[in-house]
């Protein structure tokens, strides 16, 4: 039996959404768009993300693959899924062929993802469910030196969710930028692969730097502990973005 | 009697709303701000915006002024308006208190509209009900030019809705700047003040011209005719941001 393999980009908003991965009975990102090809196909086909999202992070560049055995024009393949998805937050915003060597996880050279506070005091109204809303002014400079101990290949065992299945705990980092406009702040932080809750795990630490609560030398403290317990709390899930990955 | 008059800044998504305007039975924008007043000090209040927005349209800036015979400190005012406001779309972001010859309408210099065009095939998934998605195209430099023939005082009669109320169809536009900022065409705008539906007006007019139905001289002779049955259709509510006033 032949098949063809397509690789598609998605952008979501998670509000609504158990996460990415499919489960039974739950409406999930994956289950939506397998039901979505199912009704234009009538084939059962799984959907294998480059990465899992939870419940309520957002998604503008989450890539996917999947086999089907009828041959379709990418585009129009993509404008069918987005029809049937027209009642959900998720839209195919890409869709090519791909030889069945590529797998959107396993193939992937790097990942992007971006975090977004909202730094200030009176509720968000446009931005609901999109950011973590901080009354406090955070010392953006400060968090800046503290993201740079992270920088690299460590054991991130500190920011890592006791939920986490990835055989190892050693990552790379390639870069962590905080910038700010206007009242926003946006943690840009990209590597290979990430532990569960990583970037999350990250983000509620540099805050406490960010509120002088910690120096930013207390983030190296934090990393070296290989100790989760010695971390920030797991920053809300609202505020993340799975942005981009990247292949060969 | 004496009493305190309050200016308010207001960020609002006005997707769930029938727009600024306070109307018997149905959810509004400032109708749900009196209430949530209201509630607070068990005072009837009028509150009186700068501008009416339609429904759909959203607000980052719009500015409004009500009065009261209590006396609060404003940042608590504010903050017990969000708290009445929690499961609303709306916030207020700003509350000082102002001397009573201050009118929100009548006060106000200058006004700020942004329209957010997604210039893309695929549906939207995080800007559902924020932007208006166009698939072809559009070239922003002809839109440019185009809008550049609407810049200072003119008869805007082709670009005012049949229900606009304002006495006269003259206006001043300061300016009118496109940019693009990789699938998104901003279309910032400012004025003393508009007619009703002017901006989507110019907006869906300019439009034509991105799309190379119409060149930019065109605008020119839409606006001498002074006949709105000339000009392009009005852009959808969705894409329209009212950002900010000006007083002085």
């Known amino acids: 039996m032949t098949f063809m393999r397509y690789k598609i980009t998605i952008e979501y908003d998670g509000t ?3 996460g990415w991965q499919k489960q039974d009975g739950l409406r999930t990102i994956a289950g939506t768009i397998e039901t ?22 957002h998604a503008k560049g989450q890539v996917a693959h999947f086999d089907i055995e009828k041959q379709f024009e990418p585009y129009k393949l993509m404008m069918a899924i ?16 791909v030889s069945e ?12 993802y971006q975090y977004i ?15 973590w809303r901080i009354s406090q002014d955070l010392n953006i400079d400060q968090m800046q ?9 460590h054991d991130f065992s ?8 990835a055989l190892s705990p050693v990552k790379t980092i390639d870069y962590i930028n905080i910038t700010k406009n206007g009242e ?26 960010g509120l002088s609560k910690q120096e930013p030398s207390w983030v190296k403290e934090v990393l070296e502990s290989k100790d989760r317990t010695k971390a920030g709390i797991t920053a809300p899930a609202q505020g993340l973005y799975f942005v981009k990955v990247d292949y060969d």
């Open 16 to 18: 609504n959404y158990y």
């Open 36 to 57: 979505a090809i199912f009704n234009i196909t009538g084939q059962e086909t799984q959907v294998f993300g480059s990465g899992r999202t939870d419940t309520g992070v």
């Open 158 to 165: 500190s920011f890592r969710s006791s939920q986490c299945t």
């Open 82 to 97: 987005n029809a049937h998805l027209v009642k959900d937050d998720i839209s195919v915003i890409n869709c090519e062929e």
């Open 145 to 153: 030196k503290a993201a740079n101990y992270l920088l690299g290949n």
């Open 101 to 112: 060597d590529f797998h959107a996880r396993f193939s992937s050279k790097k990942r992007y």
């Open 117 to 131: 506070i909202l730094n200030r005091t009176p509720k968000e109204a446009l931005d609901k469910n999109r950011v």
């Open 184 to 209: 926003y702040i946006y943690i840009d932080i990209s590597a290979k692969s990430f532990l569960h809750h990583m970037v999350r795990n990250i983000v509620g630490t540099l805050v406490d730097v």
